[in-house]
């Protein structure tokens, strides 16, 4: 396990377990000031409640998004949380490869050869120097993607919430010229309230014929019913999602030989043209590292903080 081997490293000592941290186990966390979560548990108010009772005051969510987790409420009951940052090339890499998975029509491929079919498919597929990406967020791994795109020799525009002077090699441009202009449209935003279905219906109606959507981010920056209409539709050429809206619950656990609780991705899984992976993007060596290390450092940085208060 990452935390045992690299505590002595970082000097700390552990208390650690395989429970998802909930209400009824938080005293787990009595005696220590911080503690350290996944990001693939919601973390309600009871059980920040439960943690702060335990004498808990931080908590280090292994992630960069706090979409499971009141931040508003936490500060509230004078908990602070914070997150960490890790290598952006993982998903920068997975969403490439996705992108070009989804343009050469690999899933219908693999799954013909695996069923011992070799003959060529008939529709062909496209070639990223020939096309326009849209990329939406530009972060640490939006701008990652950028710096892998310019490797293809494909147009590439850009759109943050935060805007950002033209380049060279990529126009910043609004999301509604982004969405009407891109081949691909490649999803890096962080989820909030604003964000929330920012690739709604009215926007996927306006997105180019055949065009194709990458989601990396989180599955709630899709309004996944209208994405659903528009494939069954065949207006886009396809999808590749590493997350997706409603996946709480499904993503991580083994379902095998039961029904998806979820109609949505159930139905998204059957399309020979959708792409599903369980919110994996992130998921190297190299990025987990980076994670543990961070997560026991912000823990470290606030304990010498509380120290000095």
């Known amino acids: 396990m990452l935390f045992e081997s690299l505590a002595p490293v970082l000097g700390v000592s552990l208390t ?167 081949d691909v449209i490649t999803l890096h935003a962080p989820l909030s309230e604003e964000s929330h279905h920012l690739l709604d219906r009215r926007r996927i109606a306006r997105m180019r014929p055949g065009a194709y959507v990458i989601n990396t981010g989180r599955g709630a920056l899709i309004e996944t019913p209208a994405l659903v209409t528009a494939l069954e539709e065949g207006r886009l050429g396809g999808a590749a999602l590493d997350v997706v809206e409603g996946e709480e619950g499904i993503f991580y656990a083994d379902l095998r030989g039961r029904e998806i609780p979820n109609r949505w991705l159930a139905r998204l899984q059957e399309m020979p043209n959708v792409l599903v992976s369980p919110h994996i993007a992130y998921l190297t060596d190299h990025a987990l590292q980076d994670t543990v290390e961070n997560s026991i450092a912000n823990c470290r940085e606030f304990e010498s903080r509380f120290q000095h208060v």
């Open 16 to 182: 650690t377990t395989l429970e998802e941290v909930a209400a009824d186990n938080a005293e787990l966390a009595r005696g220590n000031r911080c503690v350290s979560v996944s990001h693939k548990t919601p973390i309600s108010n009871e059980t920040l409640l439960a943690l702060k009772r335990a004498g808990v005051r931080y908590v280090s969510t292994r992630s960069v998004g706090f979409n499971h987790v009141d931040v508003d409420f936490a500060a509230s009951i004078g908990m602070t949380v914070g997150n960490v940052a890790y290598s952006p090339d993982s998903v920068a890499d997975y969403t490439l490869m996705l992108m070009l998975m989804s343009l050469r029509g690999a899933k219908s491929t693999i799954r013909r050869s695996d069923a011992h079919d070799y003959r060529p498919e008939a529709v062909r597929g496209r070639e990223l120097r020939d096309l326009t990406v849209g990329v939406v967020g530009t972060g640490r791994i939006g701008a990652a993607v950028i710096d892998r795109l310019r490797g293809f020799g494909c147009e590439v525009l850009a759109h943050d919430i935060r805007p950002r002077p033209a380049t060279a090699e990529v126009e910043h441009v609004d999301l509604d010229t982004l969405v009407e202009r891109s």
